[in-house]
Nanobody
Framework: QVHMVESGGGSVQAGGSLRLSCSAS????????MAWYRQAPGKQREGVAS????????YYADFAEGRFTISQDNAKNMLYLQMNSLKPEDTAMYYC???????????????????WGQGIQVTVSS
């Protein structure tokens, strides 16, 4: 089993930055791939970024490319999402996810990650 807890969300004005953190525990073989998803009210959940814990390879959705950075600290079992130049349309619940299946980007795009955190709210005001 894998357990994950997000932190670091909150409210920020457009153009600002936030860093989300995800503390992960449990079987490391089940969390080869780590990812961030988001879901805005009335919209479908969408993948934001993924990371392969072994190689460090990353993938970003088009809207995240150049503004968001996914990273890890394996020693601390932490996953991060640095979000810069935030826009009101980035307002959503953000979820940390984990899965054992790679390539991580393909699993991200299918939306089939096995393990999920409870989510954390990010609100960007104009």
């Amino acid at each position: 089993q894998v357990h994950m807890v997000e932190s670091g969300g909150g409210s920020v004005q457009a153009g600002g930055s936030l860093r989300l953190s995800c503390s992960a525990s449990g079987d490391t073989r089940s969390r080869i791939c780590m990812a961030w998803y988001r879901q805005a009210p009335g919209k479908q959940r969408e993948g934001v970024a993924s990371l392969h814990r072994g190689s460090g390879a990353t993938y970003y959705a088009d809207f995240a490319e150049g503004r968001f950075t996914i990273s890890q600290d394996n020693a601390k079992n932490m996953l991060y999402l640095q979000m810069n130049s935030l826009k009101p349309e980035d307002t959503a619940m953000y979820y940390c996810a984990a899965d054992q299946r790679s390539p991580c980007a393909a699993t991200l795009l299918r939306g089939t990650y096995n393990y999920w955190g409870q989510g954390i709210q990010v609100t960007v005001s104009s």
